[in-house]
């Protein structure tokens, strides 16, 4: 998988991308990432990018031209064109779902908002796929392309070294409901015991006492996923 950050803070995303499984990956040859400052496209001489909002109003919105340019270079760089995500908090909601479906691309431009956000232009010229990480606002979007950064690599082959981990996982396809809990050592820490049956060594019994648990957590703490409270369901 090959990741083009198109940001005007590349050096954000030193610390991140020097550590854990994402470093791992990228040693091994599973994940590319490569950092694109979208000011290198800019035709002036400050290296300007962002302009006051024809209309009035606060801030700054970053100009069609440099934005533009930037990602149709990053495009060229290879014959394949990727897949171009604009990280914005009026895109449609990042779920698994979506997570799982930019997992099947090859290659991923992931395009970084800053300020009040892009000229309405540049949506109107690439037609990026428009993703929001939440109801929420960001300071930028970096931040942001590190979460779906983050959640596409768990899904590459052989990134995990399990293939089978992230089956399991919150919210992965075909698993409505929150993960277990999960325990290891010591069995005892400040009167609080592991449970038994995890130490019983009979598989089926802990497979139920997972799929149990996982079902009672999920109606805790997020009802809304069961299907028992999705409209239309049948509670008869």
């Not at 703490?221 to 409270?229: G, N, T, V, Y």
Request: with cysteine.
């Amino acid at each position: 998988m090959h990741f083009d950050v198109l940001t005007l803070f590349p050096d954000i995303f030193g610390g991140y991308l020097g550590q854990s499984l994402l470093k791992k990956a990228m040693d091994r040859g599973l994940v590319q990432v490569r950092m694109h400052d979208m000011r290198e496209w800019s035709t002036d001489k400050h290296q300007k990018v962002d302009d006051r909002p024809y209309g009035g109003g606060p801030g700054m919105v970053l100009r069609v031209e440099p934005v533009v340019a930037c990602a149709e270079a990053v495009q060229s760089l290879e014959p394949t064109q990727g897949y171009l995500v604009m990280l914005s908090p009026q895109g449609r909601r990042l779920t698994q779902h979506v997570v799982e479906q930019l997992a099947r691309q090859s290659r991923l431009l992931l395009l970084c908002g800053r300020y009040e956000g892009f000229d309405q232009r540049v949506s109107d010229i690439l037609r990026p796929d428009e993703i929001s990480v939440g109801d929420y606002v960001l300071n930028g979007g970096e931040v942001a392309a590190m979460v779906v950064i983050d959640a596409v690599i768990r899904l590459i082959p052989d990134v995990l070294g399990d293939e089978d981990s992230p089956k399991d996982d919150s919210f992965s396809s075909g698993n409505r409901l929150l993960e277990c809990a999960q325990f290891t050592r010591p069995r005892e820490f400040r009167g609080l015991q592991v449970p038994e049956v995890l130490l019983s060594g009979n598989h089926e019994e802990i497979l139920r006492w997972r799929k149990e648990q996982s079902y009672l957590r999920t109606r805790e703490r997020r009802a809304d996923l069961l299907p028992e409270s999705r409209p239309g369901a049948d509670t008869t």
